[in-house]
Nanobody, 124 residues
């Protein structure tokens, strides 16, 4: 019913940039907060960023503040994550998720639909 498809991942050198996107199916995209999570090999899935349903409020984990920017285009049913000044610590599979509510959240329990993920690899 609800599908989320990420794209834009790939291999980038340290210090470089990538923009990943997530296209969400359905006509109710604008009614939900959205978020990005990531999971590196051998590590737990962690919260990266979230955005409220109208895009007014955002939240970031400390390690990406000032480097990553989350945004959304409700007319296109698309969520974005602009990632700048990437480092090896950012290497992970990045997952797009739709929230339960209209407001931002940082717990995976508050997101009800997930994409398959897109791989971001940062080389030295």
């Amino acid at each position: 019913q609800v599908r989320l498809v990420e794209s834009g991942g790939g291999l980038v050198q340290a210090g470089g940039s990538l923009n990943v996107s997530c296209v969400v199916s359905g006509r109710t995209f604008s009614r939900y907060a959205m978020g990005w999570f990531r999971q590196a090999p051998g590590k737990e899935r962690e919260f990266v960023a979230a955005i409220s349903w109208q895009g007014v409020n955002t939240k970031y984990t400390d390690s990406v503040k000032g480097r990553f920017t989350i945004s959304r285009d409700n007319a296109k049913n698309t969520l974005y994550l602009q990632m700048n000044n990437l480092s090896a610590e950012d290497t992970a599979v990045y997952y797009c998720a739709r929230g339960r509510y209209t407001v931002v959240a940082d717990s995976a329990d508050d997101f009800t639909a997930w994409g398959q993920g897109t791989q971001v690899t940062v080389s030295s």
